[in-house]
């Protein structure tokens, strides 16, 4: 039975092949307006997309992402809507597709990670409660020179007030805080590792960087052995830092340090941080209102406390003996009070450095905590915990 010699009709059609006469006309139609040809499966993709994004958009979208290649969706929309606020920008979903449709995104794989549970920076509401200080993994420049990285910012504000090459040795970390102090003015808190010159295995981790620190009224937050994740601010900044700066380093020192110049202003001044409302750090930061002091105090005791200066080799005098305390106060004065239990608490301004035996005979120091020693730093924290104030008899 066929239509074009007259046999039969469309509605006897559709019936012996079990489809509506709609379809069949549709079927028909499309024949003969375009042959067996016609009767392939075409796409039901829309013709026209009247809710599509603009052209416009997407060149500038496209355009901002060349320009700043290493910056998600969200940041290139945070800095376009504040350049051309009258475009109509669409969601960072969006952004996402449109600069994958543009070969601008390589997929990488997911890894799926465990919410911490600790919230480390929860006390740095406001710009200087706590600055993040450490050293980037190091790694060798072209000509073979080995380059650390020395990285201080301030947590809540996501400020990188420094990342400058330097030996990671306390003269010249000391001298760059001392700049950065009188320039900023003073912290209340600094967050480091239990790495070198950061802390030591003395007594209670100090070396005479902290020391120095601690001096200044600076409280000394450390982050525990193998704990990356609670310094993560700052880590996520050296990941941002390594892929943006030093992924193939530079021909010499002097070229990564103009890299890392270059980083600085931009993560500044320029970057959107979402976890700042997608505004760049400079909007956020302001100075220490404590400055730098002209004269640094010398720490004080209470009159409850036996006052003690540690000498060259690190030992203090006590009960016609010599005592090793640390000799990274050597110098300074610690301060050493009875408890009840008729041992001694020796301390440094407010930092308990461990426990002189009642013969006098032995000091227990409470040392920085590492890996495999929780317990016997639990235990050292028990020995103390009727400690209340300075009158602790």
């Known amino acids: 039975m066929s239509l074009e010699r007259g046999e039969g009709s469309v509605s006897a059609l559709c019936e012996r092949y079990g489809i509506s006469r709609e379809t069949g006309h549709k079927w028909l139609r499309r024949w003969r307006e375009g042959g067996f040809e016609a009767l392939r499966d075409s796409s039901r993709s829309p013709l026209t997309r009247p809710q599509g994004t603009a052209a416009a958009v997407v060149e500038a979208l496209v355009a901002k992402r060349r320009e700043r290649p290493h910056w998600g969706p969200r940041k290139l929309l945070a800095v376009l809507r504040e350049e051309q606020p009258e475009m109509a920008w669409p969601a960072a979903s969006t952004a996402g597709e449109l600069l994958k449709r543009a070969g601008l995104v390589a997929a990488r794989r997911r890894v799926r990670r465990a919410e911490p549970l600790e919230r480390p920076f929860a006390e740095a509401v406001t710009p200087n409660d706590e600055w993040a200080i450490d050293f980037k993994g190091w790694f060798r420049t072209g000509d073979g020179r080995r380059c650390d990285p020395l990285t201080v910012s301030d947590t809540a504000s996501r400020m990188l007030l420094e990342c400058r090459i330097m030996v990671p040795q306390t003269a010249p970390v000391a001298g760059a805080c001392e700049q950065l102090f009188r320039s900023f003015g003073l912290p209340r808190r600094l967050r480091m590792d239990n790495g070198t010159p950061f802390a030591s295995r003395g007594a209670a981790g100090l070396t005479r960087l902290s020391v120095g620190w601690a001096k200044l009224g600076i409280e000394l937050a450390r982050i525990e052995p193998g704990e990356p994740s609670q310094n993560g601010r700052h880590e996520r900044m050296h990941g941002t830092l390594q892929r943006e700066t030093a992924m193939t380093p530079a021909a010499s020192l002097a070229a990564q340090q103009g890299r890392f110049d270059a980083f600085r202003r931009e993560y500044n001044e320029e970057r959107p941080h979402e976890g700042l409302g997608q505004v760049p ?97 639990e235990q050292n924290k028990e020995t103390v915990s009727h400690v209340s104030g300075p009158n602790c008899q």
């Open 281 to 377: 750090p400079v909007r956020l930061w302001q100075p220490s209102p404590r400055p730098y002091p002209g004269r640094i105090a010398e720490p004080w005791y209470p009159a409850d406390h036996q006052v003690r200066r540690v000498r060259t080799d690190g030992t203090i005098r006590w009960r016609g003996g010599g005592l090793f305390i640390s000799e990274a106060l050597t110098g300074e004065p610690i301060g050493l009070v009875e408890l009840a239990s008729g041992d001694w608490l020796a301390r440094f301004i407010d930092i308990d450095l461990g426990v002189v035996d009642r013969r006098g005979e032995s000091f227990l120091p409470f040392a920085a905590a590492r890996p495999g020693r929780r317990k016997r730093q």
